[in-house]
């Protein structure tokens, strides 16, 4: 895929990981990877911040807590969560809503809002629930950044100058990941590992330009056309 | 009062303490009252588990466990929820989204769904937030015990023998007390003290039978109307 000409860019919507720890695990795999090829939502939400002078509050995971360095967290007049696992503790939690309710126009900026995620320990609450529980406690709407936001998958495809009907989105989530890229206009694959279920290939509201078995099958897929 | 040919209930949500923790409350505040007297969710909820052949996981206040002594929470086939307070740990949490998970009906059972009350030390997030969690994370709807619900006023009314159009509710939220008696066809008086706020007289959806200072002033009311 490297020595073709095709344009790359890995998206996640992990908020537990810095993009460092992310092209880590990603380089153990056998990736050819650097963090200037991640988007992720720790990032696009710092941009965000900066251009709107907020000053979050973080309830976020110590592993992410770099990506913020560089943020002003005095003083705060939003709530930023991301998947903290352990960090989600009543305190914490509850912190957060206090800070909240103080402020005049609350806003609460959640990365991501996966309702769980898969561990070889089990299933995990995602971020997604507890941004829930803080919506309704404190009668607001999230803006949640992260796929299957399209401007998440806008600052992708600007990140490597390709226009979406260019675009294709290999992914596991039917609806994150292929609904969300379909709506941006791209196309996209959804692969048969991971998040994948068979139902996924009936799905009521979103159906995939295609389906592949695995991530190598996608690549051997789009190189043969891009061959052509 | 007790003079009077009246009948009292007492109807409280709250869900941290026992019926015997909240007797002793209310009589170290002068009130004259024995745990017969009073309508709580966990003895609500312990009568719906028992009917219905449910054993519930419990996530609550260790405060209320007692309530729940006689109920078989072997094998659970449903979750029961409560103010935990700082019981609502990530891990709590997992794990009673974990048990929902594995049931092929879900039930999900939420003693009341506050979204948050007031302490000395400042607003806290309630039961509603968590049940809010585990409905969104396991795509779910949950079952709540408690104020507003008629199923509850209707308890409180069987309790002591008396029909909703006799009967007249006393309290300080202008929805889950006095919207939700009004729904069951009570009358309803609001207390300007505790929750109740100036705005609340003109409550877009909800407007009471009257409204008076405090509970002394209620009682008096209802006394002189008695006497008639």
Chains 1, 2 share one sequence.
Request: a negative charge; proline letters at 4%.
């Amino acid at each position: 895929l490297k020595r073709s000409h095709l344009k790359v860019r890995f998206c996640t919507n992990d908020s537990q990981k810095s993009r460092g720890e992310l092209v880590g695990l990603l380089r153990r795999l056998g990736f050819d990877i650097s963090e200037e090829e991640v988007t992720s939502p720790a990032p696009a939400t710092c941009q965000i911040l900066k251009e709107r002078g907020l000053r979050p509050h973080l309830l976020i995971h110590e592993g992410v807590r770099s990506e913020f360095e560089e943020i002003d967290t005095s003083n705060p007049n939003c709530v930023v969560i991301a998947d903290a696992g352990e960090g989600f503790s009543y305190q914490n939690m509850n912190k957060a809503f206090q800070v909240l309710m103080e402020l005049e126009n609350p806003v609460l900026i959640s990365l991501g809002k996966g309702r769980y995620y898969k561990e070889t320990s089990g299933l995990m609450l995602d971020v997604g629930a507890y941004m829930k529980a803080l919506e309704y406690a404190c009668g607001i709407k999230a803006e949640v950044v992260g796929k299957p936001s399209p401007e998440f998958f806008k600052t992708a495809l600007q990140a490597i100058g390709v226009e979406a009907h260019q675009a294709i989105m290999i992914g596991d989530d039917i609806v994150d990941d292929v609904g969300g890229a379909q709506r941006c206009g791209m196309r996209a694959l959804q692969v048969r590992t991971g998040k994948f279920r068979p139902t996924d290939e009936h799905h009521p509201e979103v159906k995939a330009d295609g389906y592949v078995d695995n991530l190598a099958e996608a690549v051997a897929l789009l190189l043969q056309h891009a061959d052509k």
